[in-house]
T-cell receptor, first 118, second 110 residues
Framework: EPEVTQTPSHQVTQMGQEVILRCVPISNHLYFYWYRQILGQKVEFLVS????????KSEIFDDQFSVERPDGSNFTLKIRSTKLEDSAMYFC????????????????FGQGTRLTVV | RKEVEQDPGPFNVPEGATVAFNCTYSNSASQSFFWYRQDCRKEPKLLMS???SGNEDGRFTAQLNRASQYISLLIRDSKLSDSATYLCVVNVYNFNKFYFGSGTKLNVKP
């Protein structure tokens, strides 16, 4: 069964350092997302990406964040200068363009990258 | 007001019990609805989409009430393996993002 894969599974970084989280979405999917989940809290939307550009972003996704699709398969999230409060589980997700019920289709999530900023 | 609201629980039920969760959403333009489950420190996994007419998948039944803006999930004959957090997820038409509820925790006990 196709799945979204993320690397690394765990990243520890020093405050102020740049990190790049990597994702390989499901191959025929065209919408890509990054979400994060701070320990004990709900899953929060960061950004969606379609047709090689940001489609929607949240207030969390400030100038410290950027996304890129450098080739036909990878989708990356970069945090330029990490802060302690960036420590969270980061989930990548992807979905098809249209769903079976005429609405938006389901999103499938990767296993996540646990980012710890020290 | 939160986009999606859920009772955080926990719901503690014995094996074999029937349990129901509700979720309300605030945006009447919401188009697509889903239930995900999330195990501790794992990714959300799609349990089922929720269709306008309601739908069933084995022991799981999902219902949508657009007039009242709520979604429900019914689990029959609960198994120990059903213990997880159940996330209500809503997608608003033309907005490329999914809104998550904070989840309802279910503990199924022997």
């Amino acid at each position: 069964e196709p799945e979204v894969t993320q690397t690394p599974s765990h990243q520890v970084t020093q405050m102020g350092q740049e990190v790049i989280l990597r994702c390989v979405p499901i191959s025929n999917h065209l919408y890509f997302y990054w979400y994060r989940q701070i320990l004990g809290q709900k899953v929060e939307f960061l950004v969606s990406f379609y047709n090689n550009e940001i489609s929607e972003k949240s207030e969390i996704f400030d100038d410290q964040f950027s996304v890129e699709r450098p080739d036909g398969s990878n989708f990356t999230l970069k945090i330029r200068s990490t802060k302690l409060e960036d420590s969270a589980m980061y989930f990548c997700a992807s979905s098809e363009v249209s769903g079976t019920d005429g609405g938006y289709p389901e999103a499938f999530f990767g296993q996540g990258t646990r980012l710890t900023v020290v | 007001r939160k986009e999606v609201e859920q009772d955080p629980g926990p719901f503690n039920v014995p094996e074999g019990a029937t349990v129901a969760f509700n979720c309300t959403y605030s945006n009447s333009a919401s188009q697509s609805f889903f239930w995900y489950r999330q195990d501790c420190r794992k990714e959300p996994k799609l349990l089922m989409s929720v269709y306008s007419s309601g739908n069933e998948d084995g022991r799981f039944t999902a219902q949508l009430n657009r007039a009242s803006q709520y979604i429900s999930l019914l689990i029959r004959d609960s198994k120990l393996s059903d213990s997880a957090t159940y996330l209500c997820v809503v997608n608003v038409y033309n907005f490329n993002k999914f809104y998550f509820g904070s989840g309802t925790k279910l503990n199924v006990k022997p």
